[in-house]
């Protein structure tokens, strides 16, 4: 084989492995933006369930602390 042959093998084989690389770097980037986004729905779908949660609690606290509750506990009692 000649020098130049040589490096027409060379440089192919090195651009072979190079576009290979760059293909699994872009499958792996686009594996990673499905997944973010994903991930981010279930962010979302969690705040909801939080907030719909904290409203929860704070009417039940108004519930709790207001004396006509705890008037009807007392009579309860008796």
Do not use: C, P, W
């Amino acid at each position: 084989m000649s020098g130049t042959t040589m490096v027409v093998v060379i440089v192919s084989v090195v651009f072979g492995v190079l576009y290979k690389m760059y293909n699994k770097h872009l499958e792996f980037k686009a594996k990673t933006i499905a997944h973010n986004h994903d991930v981010d729905g279930k962010n979302d779908e969690l705040s909801k369930e939080v907030l719909a949660l904290t409203e929860r609690v704070q009417i039940l606290e108004k519930i709790v602390t207001d004396e006509g509750y705890q008037v009807q506990k007392d009579i309860n009692k008796l």
